[in-house]
C-alpha cells in the first residue's frame, strides 16, 4: 500500500530495488563460484598429471606377493610373475647391470649383495659369475628403496626361472650381504655367513676373513 502516493508513476519501492540488486549480486556471485571451482578443478587436473608418478613410472610391479623357496639348487622366488621383467644390455660388475627399462638404458644396483670394486680381489671372478647368472633377461623384485643414493636402480634380481641372483652370488662366495635393510637382508647373511664358515668360493677360500 501506498497512503501517501509517494511512488505513483510506476516507480518501486525502496526494499523491492534494493531485493532485486541483492539477487543480482547473489547470482553474479553464484557464477563467479562456479568459475573458480572450475578453474580451481582445472589446476588441480593439471597438478596431478605432471607432478604425481604414473603407474608406469612406479618402480612397484603390481603384486610383489612372493616369498623364498631355499632348494638343493639356490633360492627360488616362490612366484616368478610377480616380478618385472627387464633386458640386460651389460654386466658392469659382481653386483650391478645396465638394463632397459620404460625404453632407455639404466644402471641397476642389486639390492642384496656388494661385491668387490674394481682392484679387490675377486672382482673379476665375481663380474664373470654374474654375467652367467643374469644372461640376456632379469626379473626385478623392488623393496622399500626403489634407487640408490647415485640414481641406480635398486632391487633383488632373479633368472629367468626364478633363481633369486643376489644370493646366489653370497652363496658361492663372490659377495658379502648387504645388512642394512631390504625384507631379504637377514636371509642373505645367513647364506654369508655359512659360506664364510665353510670357506666357500673366491673370497671365503682361503682365511674365511677377507
Wanted: aromatic fraction near 12%; glycine fraction near 10%.
Amino acid at each position: 500500500m501506498d497512503p501517501l502516493g509517494l511512488f505513483k508513476g510506476g516507480k518501486k519501492p525502496p526494499e523491492r530495488r534494493q531485493k532485486r540488486r541483492s539477487l543480482r549480486v547473489f547470482r553474479r556471485d553464484r557464477r563467479l563460484d562456479r568459475w573458480f571451482y572450475g578453474v580451481a578443478l582445472a589446476l588441480a587436473a593439471v597438478l596431478y598429471f605432471y607432478h604425481v608418478p604414473s603407474r608406469k613410472s612406479d618402480l612397484s610391479p603390481a603384486s610383489q606377493d612372493y616369498w623364498l623357496v631355499g632348494t638343493s639348487s639356490g633360492t627360488f622366488c616362490s612366484d616368478p610373475a610377480a616380478l618385472v621383467r627387464a633386458s640386460v644390455r651389460e654386466t658392469v660388475d659382481g653386483d650391478t647391470l645396465r638394463v632397459m627399462w620404460e625404453g632407455r638404458p639404466r644402471f641397476l644396483r642389486y639390492y642384496g649383495v656388494d661385491t668387490p670394486e674394481r682392484d679387490e680381489p675377486c672382482y673379476r671372478e665375481a663380474t664373470e659369475r654374474n654375467r652367467q647368472l643374469a644372461g640376456n633377461t632379469v626379473l626385478l623384485g623392488f623393496d622399500g628403496r626403489r634407487e640408490d643414493s647415485h640414481g641406480r636402480l635398486l632391487a633383488y634380481v632373479f633368472t629367468e626361472d626364478g633363481l633369486f641372483i643376489d644370493a646366489q652370488l653370497v652363496a658361492e662366495g663372490w659377495g658379502r650381504a648387504w645388512r642394512r635393510d631390504g625384507r631379504f637382508h637377514e636371509y642373505v647373511a645367513r647364506l654369508e655367513e655359512n659360506a664364510r664358515a665353510a670357506g666357500t668360493g673366491c673370497l671365503w677360500e682361503r682365511t674365511g676373513k677377507r
